[in-house]
């Protein structure tokens, strides 16, 4: 019976390694292997945050020139574009001293968006309000520096526009 069990084992290894395999995270682009080139127009400013969508555009551009998945280019050579407008942005109080003095900010920054397959004339997927948002401290706390608010709003940007990539070459 010994002998059994250990040539049943030895056969059933290979056979769960097999199916863990399966399992396993993978990178893979969901977009048509047709769209390789991607335009990225200045975003429209909805707030009255100076500069936001300038902002919001270049850190997109910046972040599929990084991906190096799509070609940015401009729309009359765009395979796809993507579109949008910035909603909303708040930069406002999140938490406070015994004094009632802010030592932390939160801010919030919505988006419209629109990623279009222009070949087939068709909207590849579209999010009416995609929001990120982030805390930062105005003073030191622990070992958290303080930040002002452009270096909070830059990585915010940042943070969106990696969200975005991600939304449009992996589909999440």
Not at 40 to 59: L, Y
Not at 76 to 104: I, M
Request: charged letters at 25%; proline letters at 5%; hydrophobic letters at 45%.
């Amino acid at each position: 019976m010994l002998p059994r069990r250990a040539s049943s084992s030895r056969l059933l290894v290979p056979l769960v390694a097999l199916l863990a395999g399966g399992c396993g995270y993978t990178l893979s682009s969901v977009l048509p292997p047709h769209i390789k080139t991607l335009a990225v127009p200045v975003f429209a400013n909805s707030t009255v945050e100076f500069g936001i969508a300038d902002d919001v555009t270049r850190a997109l551009q910046d972040a599929f020139l990084a991906d190096r998945r799509l070609k940015i280019v401009g729309e009359r050579q765009a395979d796809s574009v993507l579109r949008g407008t910035v909603l909303a942005y708040k930069n406002q109080p999140f938490s406070y001293t015994r004094e009632e003095k802010p030592t932390q900010y939160e801010i919030i920054l919505t988006v419209r968006l629109l990623f279009r397959d222009l070949v087939k004339a068709r909207d590849v997927w579209k999010e009416d309000a995609f929001t990120v948002r982030s805390t930062y401290n105005v003073v030191p706390v622990g070992s958290a520096p303080a930040k002002t608010e452009a270096e909070a709003r830059a990585d915010l940007v940042k943070s969106l526009a990696d969200q975005i990539v991600s939304r449009t070459v992996q589909g999440w």
